[in-house]
């Protein structure tokens, strides 16, 4: 069903919403992503203010690891 699709993908979107949120207030010091997640992540990742003061290193397996930095990247 298309509309519990969407709904799952909102809910996902939110939690990423969420979980960027945690990452600049140093609830959390690092956010990993594996490579499934990794596109609708990026989704919520560039729509945000800071998007610059996200770092992503990758990792081996197609995982990403995200930290914040308190400067933006150049």
Do not use: H, W
């Not at 069903?1 to 969407?6: E, K, L, P, V, W």
């Not at 945000?48 to 990247?73: C, H, I, M, W």
């Amino acid at each position: 069903d298309i509309f519990s699709d969407y709904k799952e993908s909102r809910d996902t979107m939110t939690d990423y919403k969420s979980m960027l949120n945690q990452l600049r207030t140093k609830e959390i010091d690092f956010l990993e992503i594996n490579k499934a997640e990794y596109l609708q992540f990026r989704e919520q990742l560039i729509m945000d203010e800071k998007f610059k003061n996200f770092r992503g290193e990758a990792k081996q397996g197609g995982s990403v690891v995200f930290t914040y930095l308190d400067q933006p990247r150049t």
